[in-house]
């Protein structure tokens, strides 16, 4: 049976900025250890499996405990996974879809045009309570505060000529040198181009800092694919993702 560890000294990656986070402690979540298996889970329910021997019975005792959420995701699940929920739909439902990794790996910077109408600003101290009007949850979905978001999360925001938040761009999380961007533009500004705009600052802003911006998205995802490939992000790997829901038992 998987049991949560405190405390361990191995060189682990997940391969994903989220839940290599919780590895390296910058970010909050649990790691279960079954001999040389391991099950990350970050507290925002998105987790990954390292596993070096067959595993599966005893994962699926740990999915089963109180110690997973009933509601999560799984990066890059293995096909035996899959094969093994579909015998159990009584315990789970499950959705399986392809999602699609691009990467800025270039060390030039990108040309940032500005948009009439909006102003583009970092996110700091001074002005972070007014940029949570947009419902994000910003210093607790993934960060674990205030504080840690600013330093940590590199936001951006574009506001219209009102002074209200429309668009931002920020890493939800940092790990290993890599960004993981969450970009979300208010429904009536899609289509201006302010996710190009302020992806734009926050690669430039990494690029700085040697930092990867990396950008996950599903693969039917087309206007967030070809936001990508425009700002010259590329293709590096396809993964499943398994979204798992249990039916708990009372």
């Known amino acids: 049976?998987?049991?949560?560890?405190?405390?361990?000294?191995?060189?682990?990656?997940?391969?994903?900025?989220?839940?290599?986070?919780?590895i390296s402690g910058s970010q909050n979540g649990s790691i279960f250890q079954f001999g040389q298996n391991y099950f990350i889970l970050h507290k925002a329910g998105f987790s990954s499996l390292?596993?070096?021997?067959?595993?599966?019975?005893?994962?699926?005792?740990?999915?089963?405990?109180?110690c997973i959420p009933e509601y999560f995701h799984l990066y890059n699940s293995p096909e035996v996974l899959i094969d093994k929920l579909k015998e159990l739909s009584s315990e789970f439902s499950f959705k399986i879809r392809t999602r699609i990794r691009l990467e800025y790996i270039s060390k030039d910077l990108l040309n940032v045009n500005k948009?009439?109408?909006?102003?583009?600003?970092?996110?700091?101290?001074?002005?972070?309570?007014?940029?949570?009007?947009?419902?994000?949850?910003?210093?607790?979905?993934?960060?674990?505060?205030?504080?840690?978001?600013?330093?940590?999360?590199?936001?951006?925001?574009?506001?219209?000529?009102?002074?209200?938040?429309?668009?931002?761009?920020?890493?939800?999380?940092?790990?290993?040198?890599k960004a993981e961007i969450d970009v979300l533009t208010v429904d009536k500004f899609r289509g201006m181009g302010l996710a190009k705009l302020l992806v734009s600052n926050f690669v430039n802003n990494c690029v700085s800092d040697k930092i990867i911006a990396s950008?996950?998205?599903?693969?039917?995802?087309?206007?967030?694919?070809?936001?990508?490939?425009?700002?010259?992000?590329?293709?590096?790997?396809?993964?499943?993702?398994?979204?798992?829901?249990?039916?708990?038992?009372?």
Request: hydrophobic share 35%; aromatic share 14%; glycine share 6%.
């Open 50 to 66: 390292i596993h070096s021997t067959n595993c599966f019975e005893e994962l699926l005792e740990l999915f089963r405990s109180e």
């Open 215 to 250: 950008w996950d998205c599903f693969e039917d995802n087309f206007g967030s694919i070809n936001t990508a490939l425009s700002l010259k992000f590329l293709e590096c790997k396809k993964y499943n993702f398994l979204s798992l829901f249990k039916h708990l038992k009372y």
């Open 1 to 22: 049976m998987f049991k949560r560890i405190e405390n361990h000294s191995y060189n682990l990656n997940t391969g994903f900025p989220i839940t290599q986070s919780v």
């Open 115 to 177: 948009i009439d109408g909006f102003i583009v600003e970092k996110v700091s101290s001074s002005n972070f309570d007014h940029f949570q009007e947009l419902g994000l949850m910003l210093d607790s979905k993934f960060w674990n505060s205030k504080d840690d978001f600013i330093s940590g999360a590199r936001g951006v925001v574009a506001t219209d000529n009102k002074g209200n938040p429309v668009s931002i761009c920020y890493a939800a999380s940092l790990s290993n040198q």
